[in-house]
């Protein structure tokens, strides 16, 4: 067995999804050859609602070790928890790497801060390191061009740090391709040092086994027998707002084909714990369509908290963004529910074949911001043709040899090959 330490600084109970990426990992790195330390921080500095819940999930006998951190402050001068246990998280590291057989330290970002302590790690102990792409991080977003806001001085900073972080790197992962891509370019050297490959989310059908043995029921909405409810639950990204606004244009244009559905938004708002942070809101109330077919229960509920909404739900509805290399992790979690799928995807994210290949679900393809108007012209006929096809939607007929390429066990075999060649390479 080789040792691997996984640096990430949230960890169940947190709720925050970045936490199921090294939980899955860390569930199937054993039975591949691979012996997963978890190195986080104690959840008394989270900011998020703990859900112990999540902590049934994780493998017996995983290694948890957790350092301390700063506190954000009476006003919160540093809210990002990597920045605040950076020289906690470090010092730990450190002592492991130099009292214990690690083979290799393994960094998911967000807390992007965080990937510059490989670049340490790996002057002070000599390891290896790799990153792994949760987002990306020099990424340029809506109000990252006005000078001197925090997300042009964010933006400014993530131009600087990332090859700091990444100079020593010998692996690059990613969710999908695009996440990394740009720092291959950015980086030259990094085609040369390190190995890259993308790993999606994977889904995890244990997860949904486990919602049997658990006492939780739905409370945000109650099931009503003349109405077909969808649930997106997630976060709302900066760029899913533009097709998010062409489906309610396609809404007024033709509002005889949404009499009898409801689209319940799950954890979409602007921060994770503030109920009343609406982000659809503003929007559907522009188009006359709020609490009567939109509905939006802003703050984030805890994981599997969604999964028994989508468990109580008729159907799922997915959403992506105008970037192409968006791969939304819903769409693999969806499948898994059993319910049928209605989704509106760039035409090149990877879950568009998924869907087709797997007949979990009907999905619009639009291409960017310059395919908003077919969403506009045809997500209602999509939706027409979506009431029709559930009639006889079959849960059983869904291809699972072609999602089993995304299990979380399959998705860590991905890392494990990497690994392998990474860490015997001289």
């Known amino acids: 067995m080789k040792n691997i330490l996984i640096l990430y600084p949230h ?16 569930q199937h790195l054993p039975a591949l050859g691979w ?20 902590e049934k999930l994780l493998p017996p006998g995983l290694r948890i070790v957790k350092s301390t951190a700063f506190s954000t402050g009476k006003q919160r001068l540093i809210g990002d928890l990597g920045l605040r246990g950076f020289f906690q998280l470090y010092k730990i590291a450190k002592r492991l790497i130099q009292t214990e057989q690690i083979d290799f330290l393994y960094i998911p970002i967000p807390s992007f801060y965080c990937a510059l302590l490989g670049r340490w790690l790996n002057h002070s102990t000599g390891i290896k390191y790799g990153i792994d792409y949760i987002d990306p991080w020099v990424h340029a977003f809506p109000g990252s061009g006005k000078f001197f806001s925090r997300h042009w001085i964010s933006t400014k900073l993530a131009t600087l740090l990332e090859p700091v972080a990444v100079k020593k790197a010998v692996l690059i992962t990613g969710v999908a391709p695009g996440y990394y891509a740009g720092v291959l370019a950015r980086n030259r050297h990094l085609k040369t040092q390190a190995i890259a490959g993308a790993m999606p989310y994977g889904g995890e059908a244990e997860d949904h086994a486990a919602l049997r043995h658990l006492p939780l029921k739905p409370h945000l909405f109650e099931k009503k027998v003349n109405k077909i409810q969808l649930v997106y639950a997630g976060a709302m990204l900066p760029l899913a707002f533009e097709p998010l606004e062409a489906i309610f244009k396609a809404i007024e244009a033709k509002p005889s084909s949404f009499i009898n559905i409801e689209f319940h938004f799950i954890g979409t708002g602007k921060t994770a714990n503030d109920p009343q942070g609406f982000n659809i809101k503003p ?6 369509i709020w609490n009567t077919l939109i509905f939006e229960y802003p703050a984030r509920i805890p994981y599997l908290d969604v999964l028994i909404h989508l468990d109580a739900a008729d159907g799922v509805f997915i959403l992506g963004s105008t970037e192409p290399h968006y791969t939304p992790s819903k769409v693999y979690q969806g499948i898994l529910s059993g319910k049928p799928i209605l989704a509106v995807l760039h035409e090149q994210s990877t ?17 960017g911001t310059a395919g908003l108007a077919s969403i506009e012209n045809n997500f209602a006929t999509l939706l027409e043709d979506y009431l029709l096809w559930i009639k006889g939607f079959d849960a059983g ?20 090959e990497l690994l392998n060649k990474v860490v015997d390479t001289a």
């Open 283 to 288: 929007l559907a109330e522009k188009y006359g």
């Open 397 to 416: 007929s869904i291809n699972k040899e072609i999602f089993e390429d995304y299990s979380a066990k399959n998705i860590t075999l991905r890392l494990v």
């Open 351 to 367: 879950a568009v074949d998924v869907l087709k290949r797997s007949a979990g679900g009907l999905v619009l393809g639009f291409n």
């Open 35 to 54: 012996n997963p330390i978890i190195l986080t921080v104690h959840e008394k500095y989270y900011e998020e609602a703990l859900d112990y819940n999540l």
């Open 11 to 26: 960890f169940p109970p947190s709720n925050l999804a970045g936490v199921h990426r090294p939980r899955l990992f860390a």
